[in-house]
């Protein structure tokens, strides 16, 4: 049926792969089945959506990261090289990470507008790497919003991606204990600010990008570490990054703590406002954030899973969503599209 999700890879008589598990089956594909040899294929059962399911279907439905895809995955391997070498990192990773920043920036000034969506393909044990990539491109993303010239975009970028770098000093059963950590513990992991600053300025990057490692963890009202800085004491790039730090973190599972709801996370960074951040880049960061981005995994509060089909400008936490339904179903249909904003007692309790 058309609209329906294929469960299977389709292959042809041939062998050849025709189309993969997770696509939308639309009716223009069945002239080519047909000719391919293709007699039968398995449509999924709605409601049993899995992570990949979904980036399948978002592929389908054209959904497009704010980067290239090698991009990304590239970048994620470069920093993960980059920390592995420990303290000796050299001015050639440093190069290296200029060039990634480089094509960043070019690919996201080629967009007429752009918005973040979070990655949903994440692992805890990639975590840093991961989370790296993402602080880079949301800052860039501020960046060129605050009309910040070319160099002033490759160096925030550079920091921004290299802002945990001081994590790679800090014992690994420390980053990855499940449990509350020691006071002793906490001060330790605090430190990665001073152990970045410290690796970076061995290096030829620029002092702006290496302060970013330093104060990325300082607070508007003072209350941050490394120095407790207060208001614009804080260098621009740090400023920038905290809020893309913070967002991120929130947003993505961590050892410690499972990730809170898009809309839950939008709220809270936006009531810790001039408290933690700076209220401009605040303002900058909020145009460029969907809540819940086309394509988004979801789960309602009738147990009935999704996708985000649209997004609701006047109501961003009630976006338009396709809602799939279990095979043998009294509407006799697969699927029906609900707009969130019409119909308050459904809502998204849960991504995926």
């Known amino acids: 049926m058309p609209g329906s999700i294929i469960a299977q890879d389709v292959y042809g008589s041939d062998g050849v792969l025709l189309i993969k598990k997770g696509s939308i089956f639309r009716e223009q594909y069945i002239p080519r089945f047909i000719d391919a040899g293709v007699s039968e294929i398995y449509v999924d059962e709605f409601g049993r959506m899995t992570p990949e399911t979904v980036n399948n279907i978002r592929r389908s439905l054209n959904i497009q990261d704010v980067i290239h895809e090698k991009t990304r995955t590239h970048a994620q391997n470069q920093i993960k090289k980059t920390m592995m ?72 970028g550079m920091g921004a991606i290299l802002h945990d770098i001081g994590k790679i000093v800090i014992p690994e059963e420390i980053l990855k204990k499940p449990a509350k950590l020691t006071s002793e513990e906490f001060r330790e992991v ?61 947003s993505n599972d961590r050892v410690y703590q499972r990730r809170s709801a898009p809309d839950k996370v939008f709220r809270e960074i936006t009531h810790l406002g001039d408290k933690h951040f700076d209220m401009h880049i605040m303002e900058t960061f909020a145009k460029h954030i ?14 009935h899973r999704g996708i985000v089909l649209y997004q609701n400008k006047l109501y961003p936490e009630s ?32 991504t995926f």
């Open 85 to 156: 070498k420990f303290k000796s990192v050299t001015n050639t990773d440093i190069q290296k990470i200029s060039d990634l920043v480089q094509d960043m920036i070019e690919q996201l000034l080629d967009k007429k507008d752009f918005v973040f969506a979070l990655s949903q393909l994440r692992s805890v044990d990639d975590y840093t790497y991961q989370h790296s990539v993402n602080v880079g491109v949301l800052a860039l993303i501020i960046g060129i919003d605050l009309d910040l010239s070319p160099e002033q975009l490759k160096h925030l």
């Open 190 to 250: 605090k430190r990665h600010t001073e152990y970045g600053y410290d690796i970076l300025i061995q290096t030829d990057i620029p002092d702006e990008s290496a302060q970013i490692a330093l104060y990325h963890h300082e607070k508007f009202d003072g209350t941050g570490y490394t120095m407790g800085l207060r208001n614009t004491k804080i260098p621009l790039f740090a400023r920038i990054v905290s809020v893309a730090d913070v967002y991120d973190a929130m």
């Open 290 to 303: 969907n809540i819940y981005p086309t394509g988004t995994g979801i789960i309602l509060n009738s147990g």
């Open 319 to 350: 976006p338009i969503v396709r809602v799939f339904l279990p095979k043998d179903n009294d509407y006799k249909r697969l699927y029906f599209d609900l707009d969130l904003s019409l119909n308050t007692k459904w809502f998204i309790t849960e």
